[in-house]
């Protein structure tokens, strides 16, 4: 698949009327300082017809008037503090074309070459960047990335959404709030949960990790696997067969805790050692009062279930599955509360600094998963349908998983499971067997 850069450029806002100032800023909230800071990609995959590039351009140019913080820069205000700097600097807008048909190109399997059908991640100033990939069957991919600080998943695909719509001549609707100073300490902060060693760390241990990175393994593989509805179905009831008369585990729980105990099989580990999971978990349905869904900015925490590898193989799959509805569900109201007191306030006076990192390339024994099931990822049309395919793009990070609704369309999923190449034949002999790992 070679592809053909046409053009490159900063495209702004288009604004109807007067402009507004461009010197005022956002300040990044607790739960923006607190997450990744990396570009994340995603791809999308149009049949003809699609529209013009010049009515998807001017569709982004509009909807950057209503989320202008995609538009600015992140920098810093008079007093040291980050923020995201409101100076309508503009993202990049990339035009390119293949020199095959996409039916040549698909289906399109995690790999390398997925890199080439969006803007490099590496060095990037601007907050947002798109490519336009128009292949010889008239066919588009629209590569997208968006830095993770200035917004979560949740946020970055309404956007998505709202560019759809400006395309379309619609009104952005529902408007995102903008608002991040609504995150404020209680007068008597309260310390309910420990969070230095689960959202911080301190730097010198940071500095010492970070000693420890592993570069990018070519033997790292991404391996895409299907989970069809009836295997599904079938996993939540075994996942949930010792539950009694209380309610189902969700379908996300079930087929975590099989993943789970599949890769950890796979890997071969010792029973001895301890494995966990990071979930993220959304705060604006948790906090009380609920935050509304048009919140614009990360509003994320994690749960970490944690056990030891030989208790997680040895015991059946509805253990492992409580592991993980228990760890999600103590990150509740009383949870991010106790998280924004200590963020505001022992964070600061310690100088403690994030876990969460996009440099480590190998997680083993741990697991990290981004869930996208619930994001309206497949809502963005630019006037002629929506996209038949969405995927992230080739993030070989070893134990870092994304889950994402099958183009199928029939409630079926699709993960992303990077491992090494030679874990991957255990993991793929075992990963639709509900006993094997009972055996």
């Not at 982004?60 to 202008?68: F, Q, S, W």
């Not at 007093?79 to 020199?99: K, M, P, Q, T, Y």
């Not at 996942?239 to 890997?267: C, D, Q």
């Not at 993960?415 to 006993?435: G, N, Q």
Request: net charge neutral; aromatic share 10%.
């Amino acid at each position: 698949m070679k592809i053909k850069i046409e053009s490159s450029r900063i495209i702004k806002p288009f604004y109807e009327h007067t402009p507004p100032s461009t010197t005022s800023h956002i300040p990044l909230s607790v739960f923006d300082k607190v997450t990744y800071e990396a570009q994340i990609a995603i791809i999308y995959a149009y049949h003809p017809p699609t529209p013009p590039n010049i009515a998807i351009e001017l569709g982004l140019r509009k909807a950057l008037v209503v989320y202008r913080e995609w538009g600015g820069r992140l920098g810093e205000d008079e007093h040291g503090n980050r923020v995201i700097l409101l100076n309508d600097e503009g993202v990049r807008f990339v035009e390119a074309s293949a020199s095959s048909t996409l039916d040549q190109a698909m289906p399109f399997k995690p790999s390398p070459s997925l890199l080439s059908l969006h803007p490099s991640l590496k060095d990037v100033k601007e907050l947002v960047q798109v490519q336009l990939t128009r292949f010889t069957c008239g066919s588009l991919v629209v590569g997208f990335t968006a830095h993770h600080t200035v917004a979560d998943g949740h946020s970055t695909s309404n956007f998505l959404v709202a560019w759809g719509q400006a395309c379309r001549g619609l009104k952005v609707n529902p408007l995102p709030l903008h608002d991040r100073s609504i995150f404020t300490p209680r007068n008597s902060p309260l310390f309910e949960y420990q969070h230095k060693g689960v959202e911080y760390m301190s730097k010198s241990k940071k500095e010492h990790s970070l000693n420890e990175v592993h570069h990018i393994s070519e033997d790292v593989v991404v391996h895409k696997v299907h989970f069809t509805v009836q295997f599904l179905a079938n996993l939540k009831a075994k996942a949930s067969s010792m539950n009694g008369n209380n309610k189902p585990y969700s379908t996300f729980e079930s087929l975590l805790a099989h993943l789970w105990r599949v890769i950890t099989k796979a890997r071969g580990l010792s029973g001895f050692e301890s494995t966990q999971i990071r979930i993220s978990v959304n705060g604006r349905t948790r906090l009380n009062p609920k935050v509304p869904n048009e919140y614009f900015g990360n509003l994320v925490l994690w749960a970490f279930p944690t056990t030891k590898v030989k208790e997680l193989l040895r015991e059946p799959l509805p253990h492992a599955t409580k592991l993980i509805h228990d760890a999600i569900a103590k990150v509740n109201n009383n949870y991010f509360r106790s998280f924004i007191d200590f963020a505001n306030t022992k964070a600061k006076e310690e100088d403690l600094v994030p876990t969460a990192d996009m440099n480590k390339y190998i997680l083993c024994p741990n697991i990290e998963v981004d869930s996208w099931l619930r994001f309206p990822f497949y809502d963005l049309d630019f006037g002629t349908g929506c996209p038949y395919m969405f995927m992230p793009s080739y993030f070989p990070t070893e134990g870092m998983m994304f889950l994402i609704p099958s183009f199928v369309g029939d409630g079926s999923i699709d993960v992303f499971v990077p491992l090494f190449e030679d874990k991957l034949p255990l993991f793929k002999k075992i990963c639709y067997s509900l006993d094997l790992l009972e055996d």
